[in-house]
C-alpha cells in the first residue's frame, strides 16, 4: 500500500494544521507519527479503521484523527501548534488487524509515507 500525505506547511505558534494521507489500498490501521532530526520517531494517534483511535499522552488535548468509510483515508486536525512541533510527520499503516493497546507502535505498521513537512514559527 503507497501513502500520501498532504496538508504540511508553516504556521505561526498558536495556529492549527489538518493533515491527510491517502492510501492506495484498503488498509486496517492508520496511524500518524513525527520525526524531528536527531530524535526518535514519536507517535500522534493512531486507529483501527471502525474502532475508536490511541492517541499519545502528550498530543491528547491537541490532535483529533477521523478515518472515511472506505479505510483509506486518514485525517489529522492539529490545534495549538507550537514551534517545538516543527518535524516531519508521517502517515503509516498496516493491513492487518491490530490491538488497540499497540496503535502506537510504529514498528508494527507495514507501510509509510514520504512525510510532510510542519514548521511552527514563534
Known amino acids: 500500500v503507497e501513502l500520501v500525505e498532504s496538508g504540511g506547511g508553516s504556521v505561526q505558534a498558536g495556529g492549527s494544521l489538518h493533515l491527510s494521507c491517502v492510501a492506495s489500498?484498503?488498509?486496517?490501521?492508520m496511524g500518524w507519527f513525527r520525526q524531528v532530526p536527531g530524535k526518535e520517531r514519536e507517535p500522534l494517534a493512531a486507529?483501527?479503521?471502525?474502532?475508536?483511535?490511541n492517541y499519545a499522552d502528550p498530543w491528547k488535548r491537541r490532535v483529533f484523527v477521523s478515518t472515511n468509510n472506505a479505510g483509506n483515508m486518514l485525517n489529522l486536525q492539529m490545534n495549538r501548534l507550537e514551534p517545538m512541533d516543527t518535524a516531519m510527520y508521517y502517515c503509516?499503516?498496516?493491513?492487518?488487524?491490530?490491538?488497540?493497546?499497540?496503535?502506537?507502535?510504529?514498528?508494527?505498521?507495514?507501510?509509510w509515507g514520504q512525510g510532510t513537512q510542519v514548521t511552527v514559527s514563534s
Open positions: 489500498g484498503l488498509t486496517s490501521a
Open positions: 486507529v483501527q479503521i471502525g474502532g475508536r483511535p
Open positions: 503509516a499503516a498496516r493491513s492487518a488487524p491490530i490491538n488497540w493497546k499497540d496503535l502506537l507502535r510504529g514498528e508494527l505498521y507495514t507501510s
